[in-house]
């Protein structure tokens, strides 16, 4: 029992810690910013001044944390057109969708459209600037995959951005084309990046603001405390635009914000590297994104350990984007380029994604130590689509947590959002049951406890960040940032986890959101 006394007790609740030495019990005393005890109320420290709070026998667990999310792309789908299966089933469905916004908006205004999924189209094809054309010739209109991976532009967008049949393909990008006239079709794969900084913010400063404060309470409402934004377009200004968030407490949740690693150099020339800041917010580690989509890899091999090299001499972790067992495989080249004389803990690589990782690669990260940062929701939001395209021979070491944790890696969770949900509850049922949308389940030998995938949400995201010392689950020192729950996630049957709400969410000491 600690000799100082609380300013909150939350009591008569099931505590769950994610602290392997704390087993739990049914309260927990607060001070300040800071957990100060765990266990029975009887030995809470407590006076006449102490706040109490009756959990009623809810749950209550560590903070989630998201440890790979887009912030400013997820308030911008916010105002952009539902194009997802549940709105449009075939691209004639999504003609009329844009068809009926641009009657309403004004000629030469751009039309955004997010989550169309060619997999579920009537057509099973992606959408061309020709169908676009059609339902909106006079407006530009984009409109981008579900996977964020892969967007549509109609023809007046093509112009005002460029792209005409002699523009070459921007590094790891693709210009998809006619096979007669090799003219772009108006698919364009890997080239968000390219794309945003030719096409003026739909959003004024005012709407946007709107926008992040709505994100603010999803996060909250989801009992996200931590955030890690992942975007390789993250340079100063928009390192700055965060800052500015938090200072103004637009954006509750803790920040880790990742730099793109085209401004290393920028960040350097500023005095920031990996963990500087406070507890409110921090530079995170340096994103460098690695793909195949023009059958090459992208950067290459010596330029991508290069990079790795120097952003470790710098003292930045690296996280690399790597979804396929190729890249995959030459992530770990990279990583295990650098100086082995500087400890794993020290480097703690990230490899964000790792969707397909055989025996061999996985046993290669183990020995470095690395830690993966996966997308446990993907299970359910796209296993449809795994076991209908995926083969075999690939499908079995498809998101394969039991594999990974059981060898020895760490495994943080996040959602990639806004790809799908922020809800931390659908990542925790995806990993436990294994089960996708359509009621099918992807590789059942690769389902993991509950408490397991609670920990990928918490104490494991807080490693991922070198933050596990201060948060990441409820033990004496930690931040206090806690979330209840409306039932146990370890008790409850794996079926209805799913249906888990949140009913108060705590940063720092503070109730920042309730039912």
Known sequence: MSATCADLVLQNAEVITCDRKIPGGNAVAIRGSRIIDVGNVADMPINSKTRLIDCQGLTLVPGFNDSHCHIFAFARKLTSLDLSPTSARSIEEIKKIIHRTAESTPRGSWITGTDYNEFYLKESRHPTRWDLDEAAPDHPVIIYHRSLHACVLNSLALKIIGITGETEEPPGGMIDRDLETGDPNGILFEMNNYIRTRIPDSLTKSEMEQKIALVNQIYL??????????????????????????????????????????????????????????????????????????????????????????????????????????????????????????????????????????????????????????????????????????????RQWLYPFNSLLHNGLLVAASSDSPVVSVNPLSGIYAAVTRRAESGQILNPAENISPQEALEMYTINGAYASFEEEIKGSISPGKLADLVLLNANPLHIEPEKIREIRVEMTIIGGQIVWER
């Open 221 to 394: 409402s989801h009992g996200i405390t931590s955030l890690t934004d992942a975007s390789v377009s993250n340079d100063l200004e928009q390192w700055h635009n965060f800052k500015k968030l938090k200072e103004e407490n637009r954006l509750q949740s803790r920040l880790y914000v990742m730099p793109g690693c085209a401004f290393l150099a920028d960040f350097v020339r500023e005095g920031l590297i990996t963990g500087s800041g406070d507890d409110a917010f921090r530079t995170g580690s340096l994103k460098i994104v690695l793909s195949e989509a023009t059958g090459h890899l992208n950067p290459p091999q010596d330029e991508l350990n290069h990079l790795v090299q120097d952003a470790s001499r710098a003292g930045f972790q690296v996280a690399i984007h790597a979804v396929e067992k190729n890249t995959v495989a030459a992530a770990i080249k990279a990583f295990e380029s650098v100086n082995r004389n500087v400890s794993a803990e020290k480097r703690r690589f990230r490899l964000e994604h790792c969707s397909e990782c055989p025996p061999e690669l996985r046993d290669r990260l183990a020995k470095l130590h690395a830690v993966i940062v996966s997308q446990p929701p993907f299970v359910y939001y796209h296993g449809e689509r795994y076991l209908a395209q995926v083969p075999a021979e690939t």
